[in-house]
């Protein structure tokens, strides 16, 4: 397994932008697809993206797709999510996670999830 450490959160207005990072330790990295989930007050958890261990091909959920861009740089054990044009709607929690199993096209849920990280606090005010 791998431990995860998220940074990056905060709080912006809406429209404005954030890069979250999420810094893993553990040789095994690499080997990983990666996701990152969020979730709201009140609501459950939720996909938001996802990359393979290559960073050749991602997945998003349709909520944030054309926003936020998910990337990977496996010289550094990091995995990203950049956001843009942000909503007060994707006030959450975000979560990074290795996963266990991710098929391309299907949205990975919590089952398919090998490894959380702590999640870091993203607050869009309107």
């Known amino acids: 397994q791998v431990q995860l450490v998220e940074s990056g959160g905060g709080l912006v207005q809406a429209g404005g932008s954030l890069r979250l990072s999420c810094a893993a330790s553990?040789?095994?990295?690499?080997?990983?697809?990666m996701g990152w989930f969020r979730q709201a007050p009140g609501k459950e958890r939720e996909f938001v993206a996802a990359?393979?261990?290559?960073?050749?091909?991602?997945l998003y959920a349709d909520s944030v797709k054309g926003r936020f861009t998910i990337s990977r740089d496996n010289a550094k054990n990091t995995v990203y999510l950049q956001m843009n044009s942000l909503k007060p709607e994707d006030t959450a929690v975000y979560y990074c996670?290795?996963?266990?199993?991710?098929?391309?096209?299907?949205?990975?849920?919590?089952?398919?999830?090998?490894?959380w990280g702590q999640g870091t606090r993203v607050t869009v005010s309107s």
């Open positions: 990359i393979t261990w290559s960073g050749g091909s991602t």
């Open positions: 553990g040789r095994t990295f690499s080997s990983y697809a």
């Open positions: 996670a290795a996963l266990s199993s991710f098929r391309l096209m299907v949205p990975p849920g919590p089952a398919s999830v090998s490894s």
